[in-house]
């Protein structure tokens, strides 16, 4: 997701003069194309994460286009005053993107993971909320940044995540909810790179003979509300997997839905517990500590599907 | 409409009546010594510094001015509606439900504020990333903006002073409104030691001083362009509640609406002075 979104962005920095691009002091060697382009227009902030949201949001206001980058907590958390005023507020177009999101930085521990980013980040008015599944959504998420009014935030993952749209043979699109995969058996709601996880999963419950559809949701914010109110209006059991905390996630909001529509739909809501790890672990690690990893997925499907079975607990 | 007081009468006269619109305001509201404390240097930027009037307020090229202590925001009020960015009228709405004027300037409502403040320490990077904007889009203006001392208790405020530095930013003024005192307590006493033109020169700016209550040394000091490609602070000695005697360096007035007899006596002592 990182070199997809340094070779956009290239792409676009060469062509619309409005771009610019700064770094919290991150990214080595990623941003040197960029520089040798016009090195005006890339500015290395130092670790400043306040005053770097600040001096993106002054350039936002005489009419430019910044991209502000470091790693998922410190270009989110760490300066939310200011994203939430300088950006959201003041409406200045400038893009965040946090690299890292949920628990790509595994070992680095609980510092570096980016787990509550989007649920503090939804409490702010007029951000648009960007979780790509793959490389390819990323590409896209940074055209769509051109035509901005507002702020956004577009949360990646390292650099590891495979090119799933590709292999799907189906064009996204992120402004809108994706059926990335049919099935008449309840449905999966997911957001960003996760989807992996949960693709995996469907393949392994499509050998015990369950078929639930698929969606992805990429613009997480908006929340596309009225796509989701159609989506479960039959009453179909519902399970949301994202790679995040519950709290102001996807499977809240998705949650919130269900019980307004009134329809009975059987929910479960897979999310990262809200507590720190005991001890080092990489991404994998995590995802199985937190009931995420593919196997995890499918066992709770399983049982969300098949309830009254003897290995069910829903 | 807009003018440049010429003749010391004129200047104590403008001085005098944006004082009168701000007692006028703070009869429900507090922050009225922080009012008093920056609106001569507000009132000198834009009658005898800023290049921007009411016609040009959207301009590309006009000169910026962000009020970073938001909570002086009476001081600005008065001034622009002086200068015609906004109407006179609006300044009796000022903090009531409904109105366009609140407490601290809200976001994209009137001409005249660039933006948002209120919580401190934004402002100073918001101006240096607007310098930075300008200078990589070839025009040719300035920014302005606003600071109080005890704002510069905020650690954003260095990160923005060193990003500034950085980009060599000679077309940002920034401005100390000095008086002193803080919301609780003397700034002496709350950051001990800690000396702002020290602070400013250590971080690579270029340090002048003014008189904050004296028109024509604020306009030359605020005025005059940057020589050394740095940006410049102007750090103005400043009195809170200045110009009601009874008001002057006393901390109460940072909290206290004026009102009953306060507001006539506040009145009085304006007409005598």
Known sequence: MRDAFFSELYDLFRHDRRVVFLTGDLGYKLFDQLKGHDPARVINCGIREAGMIGYAAGLAKTGLLPFVYSITPFVTLRCLEQIKIDLCYNRANVVVVGVGGGFAYGPNGPTHHGIDDIGVLSCLPRLTVWTPSDPREVRLCIRAAASLDSPAYLRLGRNKEPDIFDSLKHTPDISRPALVREGSDGVIVTSGFILHEVLNAADCLKQQGIHPAIVRITTLRPFPEEFIRAAIADGRPVMTVEEHVATGGLGQETARIVAETGKGNRFSMLAIPAEFPDACYDRDALLARSGLDAASIAASYRRLWTPNTATGGA | ?273
Request: charged share 25%.
């Open chain 2, 1 to 273: 409409m807009t003018m440049s007081p010429d003749d010391q009468q004129s200047i104590h006269q403008l001085q005098q009546d944006l004082r009168r619109d701000i007692i006028m305001m703070a009869a429900h509201s507090g922050h009225v010594g922080v009012a008093l404390s920056c609106v001569d240097i507000v009132a000198a930027l834009y009658a005898g510094v800023l290049n921007c009037t009411p016609a040009t307020a959207d301009h590309p090229e006009r000169d910026r001015f962000i009020l970073s202590k938001g909570h002086g925001c009476m001081a600005l009020y008065a001034v622009l509606a002086r200068m015609g960015f906004i109407d006179r009228q609006l300044l009796e709405t000022y903090g009531q439900n409904g109105s366009l004027l609140a407490e601290h300037p809200l976001a994209g409502k009137i001409s005249g504020v660039e933006c948002a403040s209120g919580s401190l320490g934004h402002g100073l990077a918001l101006a240096a990333g607007m310098a930075k904007g300008l200078k990589l889009q070839g025009l040719d203006a300035r920014v302005f903006v606003l600071l109080g001392d005890g704002e510069c208790n905020e650690g954003s405020v260095w990160e923005a002073a060193a990003l500034a530095r950085a980009g060599n930013l000679d077309n940002l003024v920034a401005i100390v409104d000095g008086n002193g005192l803080q919301a609780c307590g003397k700034y002496e006493d709350i950051s001990p030691g800690f000396k702002l033109a020290d602070c400013w020169k250590s971080f690579g700016w270029e340090v002048s001083e003014a008189d904050g209550h004296k028109y024509r040394e604020l306009v030359e000091a605020l005025g005059q362009a940057s020589d050394s490609g740095l940006p410049k602070v102007v750090l103005c000695r400043t009195i809170k509640g200045k110009g009601i005697d009874f008001m002057e360096e006393d901390l109460e007035w940072h909290y206290r609406p004026v009102n009953g007899d306060d507001r006539d006596r506040a009145f009085r002592r304006l007409s005598r002075a």
